[in-house]
């Protein structure tokens, strides 16, 4: 059964700083790897999808890697603003899609 | 909004009470998918649908009670809640090519009493 942790759990940074958001899985048969973001009470709102033969997506001031390999994501935003202010959920694909629990960012202004 | 339509947003109901979650999507995706999200929790994925027929059933109490008519609308049929099923729930469409990403639907907050 795929096992999907995120670290941390929250992460709370002035504005202007980089994020690092990690995820893990422990299967790395994957066809994929989806970012998802989430407001309070709200869906969940795609980021990037990440192909199991891809190393890295990019879009505007978001960059997922992936090391499939070793069974890892990571989400980067750079220059953080408060409208960044969510939980971002990773999501693996392995004919499934398994949730991490998320990070929890507040970036404060 | 996402191309995936929830509704209603929010539903309070009673233990007694039967009520319907729908979902539509006019994406064009053939799968359908109804995720359960408590407080603290992962999401858990409760049923998936692929071409109009259920393929998946994730060991979901028979209170809950999904439907899909066609590609395009799914429902989930409640009935006798518990307390502890109040949570927010969610749908997500996709093609079943798995190279595919998932949308989601804004979500039905539900709350039993």
């Not at chain 2, 947003?9 to 009520?19: F, P, Q």
Request: aromatic fraction near 8%.
């Amino acid at each position: 059964k795929q096992e999907v942790t995120q670290i941390p759990a929250a992460l709370s940074v002035p504005e202007g700083e980089n994020l690092v958001l990690n995820c893990s899985f422990t299967d790395s048969a994957i066809y994929n790897l989806q970012w998802f973001r989430q407001d309070p009470g709200k869906g969940l709102t795609s980021l990037l999808l990440i192909q199991s033969s891809q190393r890295e997506q990019t879009s505007g001031r978001l960059n997922a890697s992936l090391d499939k390999s070793s069974g890892r994501s990571t989400l980067y935003i750079a220059a953080s603003q408060p409208g960044d202010s969510a939980t971002y959920l990773c999501a693996v694909n392995d004919y499934k899609l398994s949730f991490g629990a998320g990070t929890t960012v507040t970036v404060r202004a | 909004e996402t191309g995936v339509t929830q509704t209603p947003r929010h539903l309070v109901m009673g233990m007694t009470n039967k009520k319907s979650l729908k979902c539509e999507q006019h994406l064009g995706h053939n799968a359908m998918y109804w995720y359960k999200q408590s407080a603290k929790k992962p999401l858990e994925l409760m049923f998936v649908y692929s071409l109009e027929e259920r393929v998946e059933n994730n060991s979901v109490p028979s209170r809950f009670s999904p439907e899909c008519p066609n590609s395009s609308h799914l429902f989930l049929h409640l009935h006798t809640l518990q307390p502890e099923d109040s949570a927010l729930y969610l749908c997500a469409s996709s093609q079943r090519d798995v190279t595919r990403g998932y949308t989601f639907g804004s979500g039905t907050r539900l709350t039993v009493v």
